[in-house]
């Protein structure tokens, strides 16, 4: 090796010089780099929080169309996510009834266009000319306001009148006026005058 070095050393300098001017710049690199940003964190913090809350939604022509209450609520930029506390819809129907739907907690996804509603989930639309009075009982139910659709695939109870009808589900249309009973069902009819014996 020495006799390799001493022979061709114009081979050498020119490799040495190269890894000194390579370790210079990588050292000149480092030493004037500027302060690395710090790294972008999605916020999960809530940007709003509110008491007392009460919302309108209005409709096309500028007619209140349903309205939501709440305890509080909770708006979470990174998801728009709202947690809603205490959670009260409010619809006043054709031939004057009233739609109020109330649970202990609600999510709301997508800009609110569905609310997951949970615990004691009361859903009361108040008689009407034509329309008996009906309650439903689940607890949960993920409801579209706009839309007034309602699903839910825990057990429910409804009662109608002085029928109750249970289920392990339901899929619900209050616009179009139909309601599914899904799974088991079951339904409690009082005696009629007939089978009263």
Do not use: C
Request: hydrophobic share 35%; aromatic share 6%.
């Amino acid at each position: 090796m020495r006799a390799f070095l001493r022979r061709r050393p114009e081979r050498i300098l020119p490799i040495l010089a190269l890894a000194l001017l390579a370790s210079l710049t990588i050292w000149l690199e480092r030493i004037t780099r500027p302060d690395e940003a710090p790294e972008v964190v999605q916020r999960t913090d809530p940007d709003f929080i509110g008491y007392d809350i009460r919302l309108v939604s209005f409709d096309e022509q500028g007619l209140p169309r349903y309205e939501l209450l709440a305890e509080r609520v909770t708006h979470y930029p990174a998801s728009d996510l709202s947690d809603y506390v205490e959670p009260r819809l409010h619809y006043a129907l054709e031939g004057g009834g009233e739609l109020n739907i109330r649970s202990k907690q609600g999510e709301a996804y997508d800009g609110g266009e569905r609310i997951l509603l949970s615990g004691d989930v009361v859903v009361h639309r108040s008689p009407t000319e034509t329309e008996a009075e009906v309650q439903v009982d689940a607890e949960t139910l993920m409801y579209w306001p706009d839309t007034q659709q309602a699903a839910s695939d825990d057990p429910v109870r409804i009662r109608r009148n002085n029928s109750i009808a249970h289920g392990d589900g339901l899929r619900a249309d209050n616009i179009m006026g139909t309601l599914e009973l899904r799974g088991n069902t079951s339904v409690e009819m009082p005696r009629g005058p007939r089978n009263s014996s």
